[in-house]
């Protein structure tokens, strides 16, 4: 089924208030009509700045990780309705580098995916393994049981989520999954999300994990894939620009 593509920039913890105007100006300056969704995800502190910029463009905004609570004694948080309020329209949740360094859990992710879409916030759920569970044979163990977390908690809203297939040893390190790995994952997700909902074939599943200018075309053009998140080729405006071209 061929659906429009969504091209994701994950910025991380990079950019500050000038830099981050550039990157967007370069961005606004040769995006044209693009025949792709197109998303960037700044650094929660900068949502106001980036719903100024953005404002009235073919880029919508979007967040890095939103709390699993709706308000009140979570020191540091920030919920699904503040988000909103600056015009936020998706939010990654469960990205590797948390699960990793911020202990999220499956459940922690699954929870967060629910305030979002609570918010009417489309979340942007990774999954992925790591070289040592792909090693030892995992790879579809880890991948459905992170997936399976947010379809037992979402149920049949689960077909208004993204879901983003990111292999932990391809994130920042230049080793993109192959074409035909990431199109085999990508077949398993869509074979567990049409087991939870008959909408599964909205459902854009994205790959990331070093893709970039060079490699985009030839992921984006396997049938389970359905657009990318990005995060280094993200920060580069040709770059990122040459990827959106290559989802059309
Ligand atoms: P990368 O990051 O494109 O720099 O590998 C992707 C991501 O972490 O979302």
Not at 12 to 36: S, T
């Given at each position: 089924?061929?659906?429009?593509?969504?091209?994701?920039?994950?910025?991380?913890?990079?950019?500050?208030?000038?830099?981050?105007?550039?990157?967007?100006?370069?961005?606004?300056?040769?995006?044209?009509?693009?025949?792709?969704?197109?998303?960037?995800?700044?650094?929660?502190?900068?949502?106001?700045?980036?719903?100024?910029?953005?404002?009235?463009?073919?880029?919508?905004l979007?967040?890095?990780?939103?709390?699993?609570?709706?308000?009140?004694?979570?020191?540091?948080?920030?919920?699904?309705?503040?988000?909103?309020?600056?015009?936020?329209?998706?939010a990654?949740?469960g990205?590797?580098?948390?699960r990793?360094h911020?202990?999220?859990?499956d459940?922690?992710?699954?929870?967060?995916?629910?305030?979002?879409?609570?918010?009417?916030?489309?979340?942007?759920?990774?999954?992925?393994?790591?070289?040592?569970?792909?090693?030892?044979?995992?790879?579809?163990?880890?991948?459905?049981?992170?997936?399976?977390?947010?379809i037992?908690?979402?149920?049949?809203?689960?077909?208004?989520?993204?879901?983003?297939?990111?292999?932990?040893w391809?994130?920042?390190?230049?080793?993109?999954?192959?074409?035909?790995?990431?199109?085999?994952?990508?077949?398993v997700?869509?074979?567990?999300?049409r087991a939870?909902?008959?909408?599964?074939?909205?459902?854009?599943?994205?790959?990331?994990?070093?893709?970039?200018?060079?490699?985009?075309?030839?992921?984006?053009?396997?049938?389970d894939?359905?657009g990318?998140?990005?995060?280094?080729?993200?920060?580069?405006a040709p770059?990122?620009?040459?990827?959106?071209?290559?989802?059309?």
């Amino acid at each position: 089924m061929s659906k429009r593509k969504l091209i994701a920039g994950n910025w991380k913890m990079n950019g500050n208030l000038a830099a981050n105007e550039a990157l967007v100006k370069e961005l606004l300056a040769g995006i044209g009509q693009p025949a792709c969704d197109v998303v960037v995800c700044p650094p929660g502190v900068y949502v106001a700045q980036l719903q100024g910029l953005l404002a009235g463009s073919p880029i919508e905004l979007g967040v890095q990780n939103v709390s699993t609570h709706e308000n009140g004694p979570f020191t540091g948080d920030v919920s699904a309705d503040m988000l909103k309020d600056f015009g936020v329209r998706y939010a990654i949740v469960g990205h590797s580098e948390r699960r990793q360094h911020q202990a999220e859990s499956d459940v922690h992710v699954a929870i967060k995916a629910k305030r979002a879409l609570a918010a009417g916030i489309t979340p942007i759920v990774c999954v992925g393994e790591t070289l040592r569970e792909r090693e030892e044979g995992m790879t579809e163990f880890i991948v459905k049981r992170q997936l399976a977390a947010v379809i037992h908690l979402n149920g049949h809203c689960t077909s208004e989520i993204v879901v983003a297939y990111e292999p932990v040893w391809a994130i920042g390190t230049g080793k993109t999954a192959t074409p035909e790995q990431a199109q085999s994952v990508h077949a398993v997700l869509r074979a567990q999300l049409r087991a939870a909902t008959e909408q599964a074939d909205r459902v854009r599943i994205l790959y990331g994990g070093s893709m970039n200018a060079g490699n985009a075309a030839e992921l984006l053009a396997q049938p389970d894939i359905d657009g990318g998140l990005i995060g280094g080729a993200a920060l580069k405006a040709p770059d990122f620009l040459k990827i959106i071209g290559a989802a059309a």
